[in-house]
């Protein structure tokens, strides 16, 4: 496998920020024929890289530094009050954990979330091909937590299982639950799942302080933020 010194890293050309109105964007992503396996994407994910697929990336804009990488160390972390009130509203679900997408059951669920929560962004229209190429990854650490009501299926929590904990990659859910805060009670459940497996960290990917729709993450305390490629911790 590649080692993180060897690596090649390539640049995009500045593009249409996706979160701040406005602003153009810059990504760096690692070369696509590097091998991968779960010890190098550990170490990209302490450095701040995400995955999209197969794909590595890191934001790499000159002007701005807003995307802020963010995870919860798991043993500091305590649910508040309104986390507490989620997770008794939702503790009649269960929940079952596989290693493969199962795309008649999943992607019908991933079609309703993107097409009724998402009409605004890249990722509508939602599609069959796009499904597959954003969530799956051939590297073995990719998990889907299925949540159910009964033998209905309410919600898909995708995550890769890391060396030091797990990353969350996408939760998508039944537009008809909302009052269930299906998208809260996912990263609770990926927080209570790494303590049982003794991970320490889960990573919740970018918070960007001046788009709404990140700030759900600053809800978790204590955070961990990588601000200067240093970890500092959000009480």
Not at 189 to 202: D, P, T
């Amino acid at each position: 496998m590649a080692s993180l010194e060897d690596l090649k890293l390539y640049q995009t050309h500045p593009h249409a920020c996706s979160y701040l109105e406005g602003q153009e964007a810059v990504t760096i992503f690692v070369d696509p024929e590097a091998r991968v396996d779960q010890a190098l994407y550990s170490q990209l994910s302490r450095n701040g890289f995400r995955r999209s697929g197969e794909h590595l990336y890191r934001p790499h804009c000159s002007q701005c530094s807003q995307c802020i990488l963010t995870r919860i160390p798991v043993d500091q972390f305590e649910p508040n009050r309104s986390q507490r009130r989620n997770l008794k509203n939702n503790r009649d679900l269960h929940v079952s954990v596989d290693d493969q997408p199962d795309i008649e059951l999943d992607y019908p669920l991933y079609e309703r979330y993107i097409a009724e929560r998402h009409r605004d962004g890249d990722m509508f229209p939602p599609s069959l091909d796009q499904f597959q190429s954003f969530l799956s990854a051939e590297w073995g650490v990719t998990r889907f937590a299925r949540f159910y009501e009964g033998d209905t299926l309410v919600a898909v929590a995708v995550f890769d299982l890391l060396d030091d904990g797990l990353s969350a990659v996408y939760t998508f859910y039944d537009p008809d639950c909302e009052a269930r805060g299906l998208g809260k009670f996912a990263i609770l459940w990926q927080v209570e799942y790494a303590r049982a497996e003794n991970l320490r960290h889960v990573y919740l990917g970018y918070w960007i302080k001046n788009c709404a729709k990140m700030n759900y993450k600053i809800q978790y305390r204590p955070l961990q933020l990588l601000i200067d490629q240093r970890w500092l911790t959000l009480r």
